[in-house]
């Protein structure tokens, strides 16, 4: 397992047996802000505090917890991201993040998610530079899953 650290401070007594790189900190990161949907809000501030969150889609029985994050000016939205087509044209970001681990079955067939065809509709300008899509484990395994998709770039 490689682990790459942007603005590592040399401190990380946690990780044991891994090689750990440290990149190049000379040029300013291309990644500097990043949206969730069906993702975390509190737990994703402590995990990427050195990026900055700008939006969470969350499902509506995930509510923000009292007492916990301040939401520290994050634009949070309870409900599908599919009621949202605008959502990246309102507020840009460099990674966009998309749990879905609660899918538990495959789909039957293979069509866009929802949140591509967001991404595909949004102008070049404003599109992430990464998305990342997280999965359950096994749906790997899944023939109309995760590894069924094409690489895409713009």
């Known amino acids: 397992?490689?682990?790459l650290l942007v603005g590592w401070d040399g401190a990380l007594p946690h990780v044991v047996g891994m090689e750990v790189r440290k990149a190049p900190s000379g040029q300013a990161p291309a990644i500097k802000t990043y949206g969730?949907?069906?993702?975390?809000l509190e737990l994703m501030q402590i995990a990427w505090a050195r990026l900055r969150?700008?939006?969470?889609?969350?499902?509506?029985?995930?509510?923000?917890?009292?007492?916990g994050s301040d939401c520290g000016g994050v634009k949070v939205y309870l409900g599908s991201h599919r009621e949202r087509p605008l959502l990246l044209t309102m507020h840009p970001v460099d990674l966009l993040v998309v749990e879905r681990g609660h899918i538990r079955k495959p789909p039957q067939k293979y069509?866009?998610?929802?949140?591509?065809?967001m991404v595909a509709n949004t102008p070049r300008n404003k599109r992430?530079?990464?998305?990342?899509?997280?999965?359950?484990?096994?749906?790997?395994l899944w023939?109309?899953?995760?590894?069924?998709?094409?690489?895409?770039s713009s």
């Not at 969730?36 to 975390?40: A, L, N, P, V, Y």
């Not at 069509?111 to 065809?117: E, G, K, M, Y």
């Open 128 to 140: 992430p530079v990464v998305v990342v899509e997280m999965w359950v484990p096994y749906a790997q």
């Open 111 to 117: 069509q866009p998610s929802q949140w591509a065809t």
């Open 36 to 40: 969730t949907i069906d993702g975390g």
């Open 1 to 3: 397992m490689l682990l």
């Open 143 to 152: 023939t109309c899953g995760p590894m069924s998709k094409h690489d895409t």
């Open 53 to 67: 969150q700008i939006f969470a889609v969350r499902h509506q029985q995930q509510p923000v917890e009292e007492g």
